[in-house]
């Protein structure tokens, strides 16, 4: 069974970085894909960044120029570099895996994922 375990969230003013942490375990499968989703009170959740086990990466235009999704495979870590933040970037973030290979390159779509951790809170203040 993967486990999922998110840290790193926390409070900054609009223009500050955070970088969050997603420490897997359970699976030692080749093939793979990773995701950073979140979710504001009253929104629904979007996917922010993905990865696959190949480095390919994908992010959400929302976000693009300003975080970095990347994995360290010898720590199973997943990570997300959040600089430039803004205060609409406030809410739950959650990571995601699931086991296997999509020619189409790593989704943003939650309903592609399979595991899920608990999430960890980000408040960015104007």
Known sequence: QVQLVESGGGSVQSGGSLRLSCAAS????????MGWFRQAPGKE?????????DGSTRYADSVKGRFTI??????NTLYLQMNS???????????AKSLGYTWL???LS?????????GT??????
């Open 45 to 53: 959740r979007e996917g922010v960044a993905a990865i696959d086990s």
């Open 121 to 126: 809170q980000v408040t960015v203040s104007s």
């Open 105 to 107: 390159g790593p989704p």
């Open 26 to 33: 359970g699976s030692t499968a080749s093939r793979y894909f």
């Open 85 to 95: 933040l803004k205060p609409e970037d406030t809410a739950m973030y959650y990571c």
């Open 70 to 75: 990347s994995q360290d495979n010898a720590k």
């Open 110 to 118: 939650h309903a592609e994922y399979t595991y899920w951790g608990q």
